[in-house]
């Protein structure tokens, strides 16, 4: 029976200066008798929900990171400018996380709108929106991730989740 449980793995979306973002990954539970396994994630951003199979890494930059994006890849003097501005996705409680390089850029035939793009693990930019999330994490991280949930599955939390009958 898969369910849902009031434990949450927590990420957190991490500039040089500032926590843009807490991101709740609640895990998605398939309980059976004397067994509970994680079958995946869900995370609600906006009026919107998505696996974490299918986040967009797009859905998961804040204003603010945005922001941080535009001014230090664009908007700077350009002997100031970087190359891109790194973003980590960080779960707090264990020592794992995931750097992952942002830009703004220009497009030729869109010369008065900016568009954000993310470096692969191939070192490509790529638009953010063809992107997700899952596809710039690491085996590690997501191991922790599921680690971080079954973590928090304590006693009070499996009473609450149906098993299976015995």
Request: hydrophobic content about 35%.
């Amino acid at each position: 029976m898969i369910t849902h449980s009031t434990a949450k793995s927590i990420v957190l979306v991490r500039g040089e200066t500032a926590t843009y973002a807490v991101l709740n990954f609640q895990p998605q539970i398939d309980s059976q008798a004397n067994s509970v396994e994680i079958l995946g994630f869900q995370i609600r951003r906006g009026d919107e929900r998505f696996t974490l199979e299918d986040l967009p890494i797009s859905r998961v930059l804040s204003k603010s990171a945005k922001d941080d994006i535009l001014y230090h890849t664009f908007e700077v003097d350009e002997d100031e400018r970087s190359e891109y501005h790194e973003v980590d996705f960080e779960i707090p409680e264990y020592n794992e996380s995931v750097r992952v390089h942002f830009r703004a850029v220009e497009n030729d035939e869109y010369p008065d709108i900016l568009f954000y793009e993310v470096e692969d693990t191939c070192g490509d930019w790529l638009p953010v929106e063809n992107v997700l999330f899952s596809e710039m994490m690491t085996e590690s991280f997501k191991r922790i991730l599921e680690t971080s949930a079954m973590e928090q599955l304590d006693d009070h939390n499996l009473d609450l989740l149906p098993m299976a009958a015995e």
